[in-house]
């Protein structure tokens, strides 16, 4: 494992770290051709360039990007964030807040949309672990 570890770049690293590998391999395996240079794109300029950088931590760049995902409708992207969490730090509570900045910056309707999804996927989330446990 830390072989494959060394191999892989820093933005896939970062990926790996916030999406979880069975996502990211789910993605790569789904790569064709044709998407292969967005894929190459995203991995290199948000998840090396933006994700990657140290000012902020890996929950502070969960809000915000649950936030501005949310403000733009960007929903299946929203809920894949929400499932991140799980490997972010952010808490339901965060998700919460950021969602409410959402209502007041960007409008009520771009938040009642996400807190469907952010309640369904918490939910989904939840079940899982449920699940998980003995």
Do not use: C
Not at 101 to 127: C, D, Q
């Amino acid at each position: 494992m830390a072989d494959s570890e060394n191999m892989m770049s820093p933005g896939e690293r970062t990926r790996r770290g916030v999406l979880g590998d069975a996502h990211v391999d789910k993605a790569q395996a789904a790569t064709t051709e044709f998407d292969a240079p967005f894929q190459d794109l995203i991995s290199t300029s948000a998840w090396e360039k933006v994700w990657s950088r140290p000012q902020w931590n890996r929950r502070e760049r969960s809000m915000v990007t649950i936030a501005l995902l949310a403000a733009l409708g960007h929903e299946e992207e929203l809920a894949m964030h929400i499932r991140a969490t799980a490997n972010t730090g952010a808490s339901e509570s965060d998700i919460r807040e950021a969602l409410l900045h959402v209502a007041i910056y960007a409008g009520v309707p771009a938040a009642n949309t996400a807190i469907r999804i952010a309640k369904h996927t918490l939910s989904e989330m939840n079940a899982a672990k449920a699940g998980d446990q003995p």
